[in-house]
C-alpha cells in the first residue's frame, strides 16, 4: 500500500519525473554507447586537432583530434561506474556503522559517532588527494577512496532511523518472541529504515560524479586516454584562449547529469514524506 | 557556561589525537615506504646514504614508535622537512600561505551571508512564488555545478572574451611599482573571480537551509501571536522570525569549514593563488609526503577550530543550549 502511494506521489512530481527521465536517459547513452559515438572515443587524428564544433564534430575535437562528443558519450560510462560503486560501498559502511550504533546504543553508538565526528574534521577533498598520492590515481581507487570518505551522512541517518525505530510495539513484539539481535535488525529495523537511505543514495550518486570529475579535472582521478569528462575538461583548460568547446560541453554533461539525480533524490524525498515539503 | 565550553575543549583532546592517527596511517597506507623516492628509486644514492636517511626519518623503527615519535615533534610544530628540492621545513611553507587561503575563504564567506541570507528570507515569506520558485532553481544549479567547470566559463567570459578581469594570480607583475589604491583595485580584480567561485556552491546550500529554517520559524505559535497583537509585518519577520531562524543556520557555519578549506584546492589551483589548497595539490603531484600530511593535519585542526567556534556562537546566542 505504501508501495503504491509512494510511486503516485512521485509521478505526480514534474522535477523528480524530470529527473528520473534523464537518469534513465544517461543509462540507455552510457549503454549504448558504441552505437551513439559517431567515432572511436579514442582514434587520434593528427590532421583535426582542434577543429571546432561543425557538421563533422559536432562538438569539436580535442588536441589530438579526437571526437569530443564520442568522448562525453564514452565518459558517461567513467561517470557511472564511479557513482554507483562508490555510492554502493558508503552506503554499505554506512547501514553497518548506523544500524549497530542505533541498536546497542550506550558505548557503542558513542565509539561510532565519535568516529563519523572525527571523519568529518578532515576537508574531504584533502583526504582522497592524500590517499590517491599514496595509492596512486586508477579508477578502482577513487571508487573505493570516494566510498569511505562520503559514509558519514548515511550512519548518521541509519542511526536516527534505528533510535526511533526501537522503541515501536513491533520490535518488543519480534523480541517477545525470541527474535535474536540480528534477525531484528536485519528482518524488522533496516527494511524499514531504507527509505532515507534510497534518497540519500540518490544524491551520493550526484556528488560521487562531482567528485570523481573534479579528480579527473586535477588529474589524480581517471587517467588519459580514458575519457572522463573531468580530464576532458583538463585539456580545456590548458587551451582555454583557443578551444572554448573543450571547457563548455563536458561541464555541460556534468551539471545535466549531478541534476538529474539531484532532482530525483529530491523528488523521492518528498514521495517518501509529503509533510517535509511545505 | 564555562562548564559547557570546558567540556567542548576536553572533548578536541581526543579528537587531535585521533587526526594525527588518521593522518599517519593515510601516509602510511603505501607498499613503500616514503622516503624509497629519495632512496631506493633514486640511482644516485648509494646504500650508505640510503641507509642514513632511513635512519633519519626512523623508518627502521616499528610503526607505533614513529607515530609517538611524529606526534611529538607535531607537539613542537616541526612537521618535518619538505621533499622538494628547497627541503624547507614544512610549518614555514604552510604558515606563508595560511593566510592567503583563510582570508580568501572569509570574503567568500561574507559575500554568501550577505547574499544567501536575504535570499532564504525572502523565498521563505513568499513560498511557491515566482521568486521563491527561481531561488529554488538557482539553487539546484548551484549543487549540481562542478565549481571548476563555473571557473573555467567565468575565466573565459570575463578573462578571455571580456577581457574585464585577470584570470591568474593574486597580484600583476608591476604590483611593486603601484600606489596604495592602485594596489588595492589590483588585489580586488584579482581576487574577484576566485571569491565568486568559492562563494557559489555556498550560496546554494545557504539560501536553501535559511528558507527551510524560517518556514519553519514562521509557522511557530509566537509568529502568529505577533501578528494577532497587531505588530507590523516587518517587525515580525525581521525581529522575531529572522533571529530565531538564524540560530541553526550557525551551526552550518561550523560545518561549511572543511568544504571551503578543500574546495580552495580547485579555485587556487585554476586561479594560480598561492594559497595552501595550491600547495597541497603541489605536494600531492611531487609525492612531497612531509607536506602532505602537515597540510592534512592543518586542515583537519583548523576545521576542528571552526566547528568549536560555531559550537560556541550556538552556545552563546542560544540560552538553551547552555542551560539543558
Keep these: 500500500m505504501k508501495k503504491r502511494e509512494f510511486w503516485a506521489r512521485l509521478r505526480r512530481n514534474r522535477m523528480a519525473m524530470t529527473g528520473l527521465t534523464l537518469v534513465a536517459g544517461l543509462f540507455v547513452i552510457s549503454i549504448f554507447a558504441p552505437f551513439l559515438a559517431p567515432y572511436d572515443p579514442n582514434s587520434i587524428d593528427l590532421k583535426q586537432v582542434l577543429v571546432p564544433p561543425s557538421a563533422d564534430h559536432l562538438l569539436g575535437t580535442d588536441t589530438l583530434g579526437r571526437d569530443v562528443l564520442s568522448r562525453i558519450i564514452y565518459g558517461s560510462r567513467v561517470s557511472l561506474k564511479v557513482g554507483f560503486v562508490a555510492v554502493g560501498l558508503a552506503t554499505l559502511i554506512g547501514l553497518v556503522v548506523g544500524s549497530l550504533a542505533g541498536y546497542y546504543g550506550s ?3 558513542q565509539l561510532f559517532m565519535r568516529l563519523v565526528d572525527l571523519m568529518l574534521c578532515f576537508p574531504t577533498l584533502f583526504l582522497i588527494l592524500a590517499v590517491i598520492a599514496v595509492l596512486g590515481p586508477s579508477i578502482w581507487n577513487i571508487m573505493v577512496v570516494i566510498g569511505l570518505t562520503s559514509w558519514m551522512g548515511v550512519a548518521r541517518l541509519v542511526r536516527a532511523e534505528f533510535l526511533s525505530l526501537r522503541e515501536r510495539d513491533f520490535v518488543a513484539a519480534a523480541r517477545a518472541l525470541g527474535a535474536t539481535d540480528a534477525r531484528l535488525i536485519l528482518r524488522h529495523l533496516l527494511p524499514n529504515a531504507l527509505a532515507p537511505v534510497m534518497v540519500s543514495a540518490t544524491l551520493g550518486v550526484a556528488g560521487a560524479i562531482l567528485t570523481e570529475s573534479a579528480l579527473s579535472f586535477l588529474g589524480l582521478g581517471v587517467q588519459p586516454p580514458t575519457p572522463s569528462w573531468g580530464n576532458i575538461l583538463t585539456a580545456g583548460k590548458d587551451n582555454i584562449e583557443i578551444a572554448w568547446w573543450l571547457s563548455f560541453f563536458p561541464g555541460l554533461a556534468i551539471l545535466v547529469t549531478v541534476m538529474s539525480y539531484n532532482l530525483l533524490g529530491e523528488g523521492i524525498r518528498e514521495a517518501i514524506d509529503p509533510r517535509l515539503s511545505e | 557556561m564555562l562548564v559547557y565550553l570546558l567540556k567542548r575543549m576536553a572533548l578536541m583532546v581526543p579528537m587531535l589525537l585521533g587526526i594525527t592517527l588518521v ?8 607498499p613503500g615506504t616514503p622516503v624509497e623516492m629519495q632512496t631506493t628509486m633514486n640511482p644516485k644514492a648509494s646504500l650508505e646514504a640510503q641507509k642514513r636517511l632511513k635512519e633519519l626519518y626512523g623508518l ?11 606526534l611529538k615533534r607535531l607537539a613542537r610544530l616541526d612537521f618535518g622537512r619538505s621533499f622538494s628540492p ?3 621545513p614544512v610549518w614555514d611553507k604552510i604558515k606563508e600561505r595560511i593566510g592567503i587561503t583563510l582570508g580568501l575563504n572569509l570574503l567568500s564567506l561574507l559575500i554568501i551571508l550577505a547574499v544567501a541570507i536575504p535570499l532564504g528570507v525572502l523565498a521563505a515569506v513568499r513560498p511557491h512564488s515566482w521568486f521563491d520558485k527561481g531561488t529554488t532553481l538557482f539553487v539546484f544549479f548551484g549543487f549540481a555545478m562542478p565549481t571548476f567547470w563555473l571557473a573555467l566559463l567565468l575565466m573565459l567570459l570575463f578573462g ?3 577581457d574585464w578581469l585577470p584570470i591568474s594570480g593574486l597580484t600583476s607583475l608591476n604590483f611593486s611599482h603601484f600606489t596604495f589604491w592602485q594596489k ?5 580584480a584579482h581576487v574577484t573571480l576566485p571569491v565568486l567561485v568559492a562563494a557559489f556552491t555556498g550560496l546554494a546550500a545557504w539560501s536553501r537551509y535559511m528558507r527551510g529554517s524560517m518556514l519553519e520559524v514562521i509557522r511557530q505559535d509566537y509568529i502568529t501571536t505577533a501578528r494577532a497583537k497587531g505588530l507590523p509585518e516587518r517587525t515580525v519577520i525581521f525581529k522575531h522570525a529572522l533571529r530565531n531562524a538564524l540560530l541553526p543556520v550557525i551551526t552550518l557555519l561550523g560545518m561549511s569549514v572543511p568544504g571551503l578549506i578543500g574546495g580552495s584546492i580547485i579555485f587556487e589551483t ?3 593563488i598561492p594559497g595552501m589548497g595550491q600547495l597541497f595539490y603541489g605536494a600531492v603531484m611531487a609525492r612531497d609526503y612531509p607536506l602532505v600530511m602537515g597540510e592534512l593535519v592543518i586542515g583537519a585542526v583548523l576545521t576542528l577550530m ?3 567556534l560555531a559550537d560556541v556562537s550556538y552556545a552563546l546566542v542560544d540560552p538553551r543550549i547552555r542551560t539543558g
Excluded: C, E, T
Excluded at chain 2, 60 to 70: A, F, G, R
Design chain 2, 60 to 70: 627502521d623503527k616499528p610503526l607505533q614508535v614513529q607515530y609517538w615519535d611524529w
Design chain 2, 184 to 188: 588595492v583595485q589590483d588585489l580586488g
Design chain 2, 270 to 272: 585554476i586561479f594560480a
Design chain 2, 23 to 30: 593522518s599517519f596511517m593515510v601516509i602510511h597506507l603505501a
Design chain 2, 160 to 162: 578571455v572574451y571580456l
Design chain 1, 107 to 109: 558505548w557503542v553508538d
Design chain 2, 86 to 88: 628547497d627541503g624547507r
Design chain 2, 306 to 308: 571552526g566547528n568549536m
